[in-house]
Structures are given as structure tokens and as C-alpha cells.
């Protein structure tokens, strides 16, 4: 079994696993074993599942990283993660018990990157591409902010009314990215989320899709995360 944890990376609403291409690039050249799957969308519980059967699949202790919605489901993964070792947060909803996303974005007026979503026949919510390119994506190059476009995976509305158990950041070490330009999520709330979880923190000038323009910030954290465990040693992203 290699020194090195495995890493899996848990995409939001409105991205998919590629999303994640420039971090996985980096950890894979530092000898990680990356894993990004594609997640449903369709339920809080049928994501967790998801999740579930990928983290069932690597060998030893994990990291999972979550973007956005992926921070919910991974904090709904509760006290049953037995090869989670740490949980890295970027620009991601990290609730306490008993709160919903809903109600947590209801105690404000609607962030620019979300303010005309769109909900079809089926209850998925969707962002105009206007929105995606110029709020979601806002420090991303258009023509790359398009193709994102494209691939966006609608989040069905439901899921942001589910009320999350007990969080899994209660029992396992966490990190935070804080995106301070984000909007889709308040760089506040970021804060908020990051300092009652007791996260190790940085901030970084990025728009909500970190990963995407600031894929070396979000590396780094990723195997800071990976090096605060006894097993794994120095990486060679600080040498290039």
C-alpha cells in the first residue's frame, strides 16, 4: 500500500468530476491516487451513497475534498467514514446538524452567480449561462467558463432543503478553502463555516470555482491535509 493517502474529489451543483482536471494533474504528478467520479445530483442520499461505493473502493485512509454542494455530502457522510481521515472544504457548504442549504442561503438575497436559477419540469435547477460565466465562473477565461457551461449537472431543488444529520467534521480533521471573490456562496459564510469546524484555513482572491482557477491553492491544501497524517510524507508540488 502506497505511503500516500488516496484522494477523492466530490464535484458541487452546476460542475461534474472534470471540474477537478488541474488538481488532479498536480496530485497525480506527486504520486496521489485521485479519484473524481460523477455524482447523480438527484438526492442527498443518493450522492452520500455515491460516495460511499467510491470510498469502498480505495485501499487505506482517504482525504476527500468537496467543492460547493460536494462539501454537503461529504459533511453528510456522519460518524460512518471508517477510511476518511481528513476533509478538505473548498468554497463548500460545511452545515451543522439540523441546518439546510435553503435555509441558510434564504437569510440573505440571492448571490449574483444564483439569482435566476432555473427550474425545469423535473425540479433540477439550472444557471443561465450568463450567470455561470460571468458570477460562477467570473475569474475563469469565457471561452473554458463555456465549456463548464456545457457540462453543468443540474441540482435537483430538493437538495437544498435536506437537513443534515450529525456532520462528519465533528469526528474528522478539516480544511477550508475560502473563496473571496465567491458569488454563489458569501465569502462570510465561508469564514463562518471554516472557523466553527476548527478548519486550518486559506483564503484566496478565486471566484467560487477554485479548483478551476486556482488549481495549485487547492492542490496544496489537498496535501496539506495529506502530510498532517503520519504516513505521508513530503510532495514534490512545492519543487515545480
Known sequence: MSALPN?????????????????????????YHVTAPQFP?????????????VLARQDGPTIVAGHSYGGQIMTALGTDAPNVVGLVY??????????????????GPPTPAIAHLIIDKQGFAWLPEDDFVNHFAADVDPVKARVMFAVQQA??????????????????PSWYLVAADD???????????AKRMGATTV?????????V??????????????????????????KR
Do not use: C, N
Open 155 to 172: 441540482l435537483s431543488a430538493t437538495a437544498l432543503q435536506e437537513v443534515m444529520g450529525v456532520p462528519a467534521w465533528k469526528s474528522v
Open 203 to 211: 483564503e484566496v482572491p478565486s471566484s467560487h470555482v477554485a479548483m
Open 213 to 238: 482557477s486556482h488549481p495549485d491553492d487547492v492542490a496544496t491544501l489537498i496535501e496539506t491535509a495529506a502530510r498532517s497524517q503520519a504516513f505521508a510524507p513530503e510532495p514534490a508540488l512545492a
Open 183 to 193: 458569488q454563489a456562496i458569501p465569502p462570510d459564510a465561508e469564514r463562518l463555516f
Open 7 to 31: 484522494v477523492v474529489l466530490v464535484h458541487g451543483g452546476w460542475a461534474d468530476g472534470s471540474s477537478w482536471s488541474g488538481v488532479i494533474e498536480r496530485l497525480q504528478a506527486d504520486g
Open 41 to 53: 445530483m438527484t438526492t442527498l442520499a443518493a450522492d452520500v451513497a455515491r460516495l460511499r461505493q
Open 90 to 107: 473548498i468554497a463548500a457548504f460545511a452545515l451543522d446538524q439540523g441546518e439546510s442549504i435553503g435555509k441558510l442561503l434564504s437569510q
